[in-house]
């Protein structure tokens, strides 16, 4: 086992800070002042990151990042209104899920893992139909790591006097989202990704006209977002029990990233590590299975060595024993594994990364070979 905690090469949870994780050795009273101003600030820094102006409102929610997808399409997308969901990965897939499950009329606008939106196609669905109210996209689906083009589909949506709502959840402080200059309906993300702080936590950023129109609408009394929100408003607490812990280390996650340079630095450190490690896998016959001028910073999905001698687990394993955890693919297309790029890693990091993979692949008996 690797002397230090092993670094997570995922797209969430990311390895933390260790003024992050110290942020969660106090206990904090979930209705005490403190705590009160610890979420204030904490939804005061998050509308900044998203560059969201005073139409705008930060409401948290408890729970993962799915959870604040639910919340965010059961309570603006109208029960008797109609959804379209831009899937090109399992993420756009789980949202179309979660409409049916809601009892939401939705549609799909499904490529395939490897291709982004067509925004003319796009523009075609939204003429054909104007039962469609909201539009959802993914802006990179960690599935392949494709980073899907969220301007020109924000400017198609605004034309057709629909709403967007953008699943953020991985770029969300790593790449630009002028929320209030692509009039964005809601932006959801959550603690645990480009942001450095730990898993509990997502949030979104919405307009409060359409909150303050949809109250009532929601499925679910937990996951009300406009409930939520006005409760927030009124009394400065969370309507149930809070992270608290998650919260407090989200704040202090804010700060270092703050003081990194905020989201132009953060997401520079995240392409130079993207760099660094695909470079490197490169050097060792290792492709990166999405075009580079769709590939996200965040995660990189690499075809499988094709080798017999190659097995994802027995590799997978290597890489853990010294200190390193990838992902598997999730893919449908081709035999794959992903590494993330976010966390506080740092290119030198993935360089070590680079130098692992080697010996696991030396010692699986796995050709050095470009693949073809």
């Known amino acids: 086992m690797a002397a230090r905690d092993p670094y997570l090469l995922t797209p969430g949870p990311a390895t933390t800070a260790a003024e992050t994780k110290a942020a969660m050795l106090r206990d904090w009273g979930s209705w005490d002042g403190d705590f009160k101003a610890i979420t204030a600030r904490v939804r005061a820094r998050l509308l900044e990151v998203a560059e969201a102006g005073d139409a705008y409102t930060c409401v ?49 606008y ?45 400017r198609v949506v605004e034309a057709r006097g629909r709403s967007l709502i953008l699943d953020a959840m991985s770029t969300f402080g790593a790449l630009p989202i002028a929320t209030s200059t692509l009039g964005l309906a809601a932006v959801i993300a959550s603690a645990n990704k480009c942001l450095e702080g730990v ?30 929100w006005t409760y927030m408003e009124k009394s400065g607490q969370w309507r149930f029990t809070p992270p608290t812990h998650v919260v407090a280390a989200l704040g202090v996650a804010l700060d270092l990233h703050a003081a990194e340079g905020g989201t132009p630095a953060r997401g520079g450190r995240y392409a130079a590590n993207h760099r660094a ?24 999905t690499f075809r499988c060595p094709d080798d017999p001698a190659f097995a994802f687990q027995p590799f997978y394993d290597r890489l853990k024993a010294e200190g390193f955890i990838i992902y598997p693919g999730k893919m449908t297309a081709a035999e794959t594994f992903r590494i993330g790029c976010i ?30």
């Open 110 to 154: 499904a490529t395939t893992e490897d291709t982004p939106p067509d925004p003319a196609e796009l523009d075609r669905i939204l003429a054909a139909d104007p039962a469609i109210g909201h539009v959802l996209l993914v802006h990179c689906e960690t599935t392949s790591g494709i980073l899907n083009p969220l301007e020109p589909v924000a």
């Open 199 to 228: 898993p509990g936590m997502g949030f979104v950023i919405a307009r409060k006209a359409d909150l303050q129109a949809a109250t009532g609408n929601a499925h679910s009394l937990s996951l009300d977002l406009a409930d939520q």
């Open 60 to 108: 948290p929610i408890q729970g993962s990042g799915t959870f604040a997808v639910e919340a965010t399409l059961g309570t603006l997308v109208p029960r008797e209104g109609k959804a379209l969901v831009l899937a090109n990965g399992a993420y756009g897939k789980r949202a179309a899920e979660t409409l049916a499950r809601i009892g939401r009329d939705f549609e799909v």
């Open 277 to 300: 490690v695909v470079d490197g896998l490169r050097g060792l016959g290792i492709e990166p299975l999405i075009p580079d001028v769709l590939q996200s910073p965040i995660i990189v």
């Open 343 to 372: 966390g506080t890693l740092t290119p030198e990091i993935m360089g070590e990364v680079v130098a692992a993979v080697g010996r696991a692949l030396d010692a699986l008996g796995v050709a050095r070979r470009n693949a073809a």
